[in-house]
């Protein structure tokens, strides 16, 4: 029995052999429950996220769900148990499909207008605020989730990785993103007011859905507890060449309510988490590593000139 079929058993079965949809952190299937519900089962990679952390995930996105954000319900399995865990140790959870297209890819040209986009744009700041406000009258205290503070994002073992260990940089290279790193930490130490919560953490193109009826954000797997401006910087990146990167962080920010000015820095943060994601996912002549990392060194410019 393959690991899909023994998780739809949790489930009460599947009606039919289940659709593979994404295979990053996780195997994501489009599947149909024995109920007739259509919905997404996630096989969870091993050693990424603890069944805890997993289950404080769905906890904290079926509060949402229940407040009207937009986001996919958990299902609990036929016991009640909001996360299965397999004869391997693997871990399995369900949430409810969401049937909306992504808003973006990266590297994709947007379809419409660049007054549609930059519309897009105030809509997601104003989705992440209702997302930041709704969680912070939650009591987040008791969940287990990664850190994505100072010490998460820039410490001596930042939770995706040692960003200025990157392979493809140069000694010159490497020296520019110390350099860039313990500038941001201290600006970062100096604003004692930044907000910090439960954030999403992955705002991307890809985790942001829509229809006729709105947006829709999907993929909590690297949620956790950091600064509240990181999700607006992640929702930043993918647009980092583009021409008018300006007035789509503005648009961006004035839906939010705040952030303007500090987009360099968390588009940075940003940049380099993902410089320190790819390392211990691809192998070191993979040219994915190099694309990160000169991504990292243009937003790195960017900060020092903002």
């Not at 994709?108 to 700041?125: E, S």
């Not at 994002?153 to 010159?172: I, K």
């Amino acid at each position: 029995m393959s690991n899909v079929e023994e998780a739809g058993r949790a489930w009460g079965g599947l009606l039919a052999t289940p659709r593979l949809i994404n295979e990053r952190e996780n195997a994501v299937y489009e599947a149909v429950l024995q109920t007739g519900a259509r919905v997404a089962l996630r096989l969870h990679r091993m050693g990424y996220q603890s069944q805890e952390a997993i289950r404080s995930e769905l906890i904290w996105t079926a509060a949402l769900a229940d407040q009207g954000f937009p986001c996919p319900r958990p299902v609990p399995t036929q016991e009640g148990a909001l996360v299965h865990r397999l004869a391997s140790g693997q871990c399995a959870s369900v949430v409810s499909w969401i049937d909306a297209a992504p808003i973006g890819e990266n590297g994709v040209p947007f379809a419409g207008t660049f007054d549609q986009h930059l519309g897009q744009m105030h809509a997601l700041g104003q989705l992440i605020r209702r997302m930041h406000d709704l969680t912070g009258a939650l009591d987040t205290t008791a969940l287990v989730r990664p850190r994505w503070d100072l010490d998460g994002l820039l410490g001596d073992t930042p939770h995706w990785g040692r960003f200025w260990l990157n392979r493809s940089l140069t000694e010159g290279e490497r020296s520019i993103v110390q350099d860039a790193r313990k500038n941001a930490a201290q600006q970062l130490f100096r604003n004692k007011d930044l907000r910090e919560g439960l954030i999403h953490a992955d705002m991307l193109q890809e985790n942001v859905l829509h229809d006729a009826q709105g947006l829709y954000v999907i993929d909590f797997d690297d949620s956790g507890f950091g600064y509240h401006l990181f999700d607006l910087g992640t929702a930043l990146i993918q647009h980092a060449e583009h021409p008018q990167l300006a007035e789509l962080s503005a648009a961006l920010c004035d839906g939010y309510g705040e952030g303007h000015g500090l987009m360099p820095l968390f588009m940075m943060l940003r940049a380099m988490a993902s410089a320190g994601w790819i390392m211990l996912r691809a192998a070191p002549d993979d040219p994915r590593q190099r694309f990160y990392a000169e991504r990292m060194l243009r937003c790195i410019d960017s900060y020092r000139v903002a």
